[in-house]
């Protein structure tokens, strides 16, 4: 099926279609998620959120990009919009527990694991997925679309709605930022 046929039977909502479109994008849309939240009940919840927006707003898509980057955006906002909401709810709750309410922490990480990454190096995954939620939000998104999803410079500046020598400097100071903070680490 081209995507044009994907689009029109999105657009007529046939069944068949949006299972070909979770089909094709269940595992980028949930590896995207996972990459930023660095959670995995929290990415499956996103990947869902994702697909029921695409579902609901496909009549809006006015197909200036490809279809992939319209759900790669929504997913890293939806992602984004996840982990800001997070830190407010855990602002929140310090300050609860500053006044006496509980000294219990609203959030405990899972151990971490990426489907991309071998079961040996897990755990220097674990360590480097740590160091990369310590980036600046917008140089997170673009190492993690590049390194991670293996997108190319052109996809993350229309996912970001920046430009391709934008995506450049985001990476190059992310990577400037993860080797200074990975040399900071005890050996």
């Known amino acids: 099926m081209t995507e044009q046929e994907l689009l029109f039977g999105l657009r007529h909502g046939e069944e068949s279609a949006f299972k070909e479109l979770v089909t094709r994008f269940q595992d980028k849309v949930f590896n995207t998620a996972l990459g930023l939240l660095q ?35 929504i997913t890293v906002t939806k992602s984004l919009d996840h982990l800001r909401s997070k830190k407010r709810k855990k602002r929140f709750g310090f300050l609860s527990s500053l006044f006496g309410d509980n000294n219990i922490p609203l959030y405990e990480p899972e151990d971490f694991n990426h489907p991309g990454v071998l079961q040996e190096k897990k ?26 999803e293996d997108l ?22 992310a990577k400037g930022n993860l080797r200074k903070k990975l040399n900071e680490l005890p050996p």
């Open 39 to 73: 959670h995995h009940t929290e990415a499956e919840d996103i990947a869902q959120e994702v697909f029921i927006q695409v579902y609901r707003s496909i009549q809006n898509f006015k197909g200036e990009s490809l279809l992939s980057t319209w759900i790669y955006r």
């Open 123 to 148: 755990e220097d995954a674990a360590i480097l997925f740590k160091v990369i939620d310590l980036l600046p939000e917008n140089q997170r998104t673009a190492f993690i679309l590049n390194k991670v």
């Open 152 to 173: 190319s410079y052109r996809e993350i500046a229309a996912i970001l709605n920046t430009t391709e020598s934008a995506v450049d400097s985001l990476l190059q100071r």
